[in-house]
């Protein structure tokens, strides 16, 4: 599977609710809907919660275990759905294929990752439920964020949103969507190299985790590591961002199959880690992304998906 980008990894402190009994050496402590504190966070959304419910109890769940207490208290109080019946997918102006298949690494197996942007009409936009940062359909392996959440993504350097803008599998892209990619010079900056290093330090921590634990999927991690860096790295020195591995896929997929040595895997690691910062003290890149053209793109968006039956007249005030 790629590294397609994951729902946001809830903080320490977060307030949930559980969506299965809450058990504790094999006894029922809680029935389901009890209200904990999240007290210990994993790095990435595919590993567990530590979760604490009155009486001290803690147990880990994950995510799919838990419903935020902000939204079941929405729910019960019939607090609008923002997702309910108002045909959000609908509204989709981009949508591209990432992960392995865009990077040229897909085998038989390998899931069709989709990610993209949707820009909901101003209607929806300004009711009550208002639009979520996000549409996702797990079973289709999809993705898409709304326009704004996005930009904003894009102007901090995710990879994974990056990685949207460059893929070179695209399925549709409307007029608007044209217009954003033909502007993605602008979310350029120095700080790829920041983001991009976090995200290679993220697969460096997993690739220990599952090598502590003799997990034979560490060799992903540690593919996908040696990814991140040439991709970080050739951004930094052309300012055009390579989704597709090219004539390194052999070598990679060898990584990923565990057939290469970890004394070798490493040298490789070390290597690009260098370059990867030799190419950040020579990056032509600016300091920061140009703000103001996302701006006047966000507005101008946005403005098109004004309705004129939207504009309220005198007579239509509260």
């Known amino acids: 599977m ?8 809830l903080p320490v402190g977060t307030r949930v609710v559980t969506r299965i009994a809450v058990v504790e050496n094999g006894v029922a402590q809680h029935p389901p809907g009890a209200v904990g504190i999240v007290v210990a966070a994993p790095v990435d959304p595919d590993h567990g919660y530590r979760v604490r419910f009155p009486g001290g109890v803690e147990v880990v769940l994950v995510r799919r275990e838990l419903t935020l207490l ?3 208290k929405d729910a019960r109080a019939g ?50 439920a208002g639009v979520p940062e996000q549409l996702e359909d797990d079973a289709a392996q999809s ?10 993504l894009a102007l ?13 599998l695209v399925e549709h ?37 599952d090598l502590d634990r003799r997990n034979a999927g560490g060799w992903k991690h540690a593919m996908h590591l040696l990814r991140l860096l040439r991709a970080g790295t050739d951004l930094l020195r052309t ?36 370059e990867f910062d030799a190419a950040y003290a020579t990056t032509r890149l600016p300091d920061r992304p140009d ?10 968006a946005r403005r098109r998906v004004v309705d004129v039956d939207d504009a309220p007249s005198p007579e239509a005030a509260p």
Request: hydrophobic share 45%; proline share 5%.
């Open 173 to 209: 892209a409307d007029p608007v969507a044209r217009v954003l990619l033909g502007m993605r010079e602008a979310f350029l900056s120095k700080l790829v190299h920041a983001t991009y290093a976090g995200y290679a330090m993220s697969q460096f921590e997993k690739l220990n985790a």
């Open 239 to 274: 300012g055009v961002l390579t989704v597709d591995v090219g004539d390194e896929r052999a070598r990679l997929l060898a990584v990923k199959a565990g057939q290469v040595a970890w004394a070798e895997v490493d040298r490789w690691r070390t290597a690009l880690h260098r």
């Open 291 to 300: 703000y103001a053209r996302v701006e006047r793109f966000l507005r101008w």
């Open 70 to 72: 902000a939204a079941e």
């Open 156 to 168: 901090k350097a995710n990879p994974n949103v990056l990685e949207c803008l460059w893929t070179p």
């Open 79 to 128: 607090a609008p759905d923002a997702m309910a019946d108002r045909g959000l997918w609908d509204h989709v102006i981009y949508r591209c294929v990432v992960g392995s298949r865009a990077y040229g690494l897909a085998t038989d197996g390998s899931d069709t990752d989709r990610r993209g942007v949707y820009l909901p009409p101003a209607s929806l936009h300004w009711s009550l």
């Open 143 to 152: 993705c898409y964020w709304e326009l704004q959440k996005f930009l904003l």
């Open 2 to 9: 790629a590294s397609a980008p994951p729902p946001t990894v």
